[in-house]
């Protein structure tokens, strides 16, 4: 187990500097899910996110631009969704509904 201190140390660093990063111009929620929301981090833990933002943008042009924000300093796994799509999604994908369940809310817009 030695080791998982400095890397959840180095993971919410991480985290804390990349909210701060993420252009929030149309987001209205940012969860963290993953080994990191549960507590469960290990050698390898990255930093997992669902972005919900209201957007036009392709799906992996919403990627490119929130990576390009971003620049991280860790492994990063982000997803870029909208309100219509998350929710869609949340009705027969049982990875976006564990996330939802699970994860933390870092950020919701007023």
Known sequence: ???????????????????KKIDKTGVRKIILFGSLATGRVGLTSDIDLIIVKNTKQRFLDRLDSVYMDIE?????????????????????????RRALRDGKVLYEAA
């Open 1 to 19: 187990m030695i080791g998982r201190g400095p890397r959840l140390k180095r993971l919410q660093e991480e985290l804390t500097r990349i909210i």
């Open 72 to 96: 991280p300093n860790v492994g990063v796994d982000i997803f870029v969704y909208t309100p219509r799509e998350i929710n869609d999604m949340s009705r027969w994908n049982s990875f976006i």
